[in-house]
């Protein structure tokens, strides 16, 4: 078991940038791809970025691709999503999210993921 708390959302502008952060309990840290989602009212959860084990490699969704960058801290078992060139629509409720297995790819599919932070609204105001 796997306890993650989000933090560092917020309110910001268009254009500004926001870093969130992702502390984790429990379960061992470091052999486990951690992401990023994000959802809004009515849609389904989407991902954001992922990243592996030791950091070597990430994925990033195609509307984030070049403004938000994914990196992790195996030894404060923290997960960061740094976000800048922010958008209106970027505007969401953001979790993070453990794999199930262990030294697996950072390209997963949402159901990989079963262990979830509470979540941490960004708005994105013009």
């Known amino acids: 078991q796997v306890q993650l708390v989000e933090s560092g959302g917020g309110l910001v502008q268009v254009g500004g940038s926001l870093r969130l952060s992702c502390a984790a309990s429990?379960?061992?840290?470091?052999?486990?791809?951690l992401g990023w989602f994000r959802q809004t009212p009515g849609k389904e959860r989407d991902l954001v970025a992922t990243?592996?084990?030791?950091?070597?490699?990430?994925y990033y969704a195609d509307a984030v691709s070049g403004r938000f960058t994914i990196s992790r801290d195996n030894a404060k078992k923290t997960v960061y999503l740094q976000m800048n060139a922010l958008k209106i629509e970027d505007t969401a409720v953001y979790y993070c999210?453990?794999?199930?297995?262990?030294?697996?790819?950072?390209?997963?599919?949402?159901?990989?993921?079963?262990?979830w932070g509470q979540g941490t609204q960004v708005t994105v105001s013009s």
């Open positions: 999210a453990a794999d199930k297995l262990p030294f697996r790819s950072a390209v997963r599919d949402r159901a990989d993921f079963v262990f």
């Open positions: 990243i592996n084990w030791n950091g070597g490699e990430t």
């Open positions: 429990g379960r061992a840290f470091s052999p486990y791809v």
